[in-house]
């Protein structure tokens, strides 16, 4: 079983609709939790870094983490089709020198 | 222009030949990191280094070889040995305390 599960999609959403990112884990020490955007063909950009349970926003992104559940979201509102990316959940267990673990990645398009 | 560049971003090599991808950057960050990355598996982690001179194994470091010679510098070798080396491979960079790490634009290697 793979420490970090992660629904590969594809998804597809219209214009605007508000777009749900999940990832799950099966270690609890897991402590540092990421999303990255990875548009195709180029390497992934962070988008967002939380460490404690709750919500974090940036913006039209909000993540979310319960650690109870061991489950983490991305929100992403007022999709646009310039969000259509694959999009990677990320943990760490350290408090630094950063040994992630990456989920599969969610292929999102978000149609005109 | 800051940041982490990573060469040739094509690449194509014959059964049996060596090849080198270059990683070089900017940031002044001390750890750097090779990852591969493949259809349905997300980011696998190869080999990743803290300090000058010295690297660790990741979690798929067999048929492959680095070197840390310099801060700004984490060139990978894909060897003859590496059994399934047709991937996208991403060179990352994060300083000794984050958490969290920065991309590449990566390389494509395609063995012909």
């Known amino acids: 079983q793979k420490e970090v599960e992660q629904d590969p999609g594809p998804l597809s959403v219209p214009e605007g609709a508000i777009v749900s990112l999940n990832c799950t884990y099966s270690?609890?020490?897991?402590?540092?939790f990421m999303w990255y955007r990875q548009y195709s063909r180029k390497g992934p950009e962070l988008l967002m870094y939380?460490?404690?349970?709750g919500n974090k926003e940036d913006g039209r992104f909000t993540a979310q983490v319960d650690k109870s559940s061991k489950y983490i979201s991305l929100f992403i509102r007022d999709s646009q089709p310039s969000d259509s990316a694959t999009y990677l959940c990320?943990?760490?267990?350290?408090?630094?020198?950063?040994?992630?673990?990456f989920g599969e990645g969610t292929q999102l398009t978000v149609n005109p | 222009d800051g940041g982490i560049t990573q060469s040739p971003k094509y690449l194509f090599r014959k059964e049996g030949q060596n090849v080198t991808l270059s990683c070089e950057q900017n940031?002044?960050?001390?750890?750097m990191y090779w990852y591969r990355q493949d259809p349905g598996q997300g980011l696998r982690l190869i080999y990743y280094?803290?300090?000058?001179?010295?690297?660790q194994k990741g979690d798929i470091a067999e048929g492959y070889s680095v070197s840390r010679e310099k801060k700004e510098s984490f060139p990978l070798t894909v060897t003859s040995a590496q059994k399934n080396p047709t991937a996208f491979y991403l060179c990352?960079?994060?300083?000794?305390?984050?958490?969290?790490?920065?991309f590449g634009e990566g390389s494509w290697l395609t063995v012909v």
């Open positions: 990352a960079t994060s300083t000794s305390s984050g958490n969290t790490i920065y």
């Open positions: 270690n609890s020490a897991f402590q540092y």
């Open positions: 939380t460490y404690s349970s």
């Open positions: 990320a943990m760490s267990k350290e408090t630094s020198g950063s040994r992630l673990t």
């Open positions: 940031l002044n960050h001390d750890a």
């Open positions: 280094s803290q300090i000058v001179n010295d690297f």
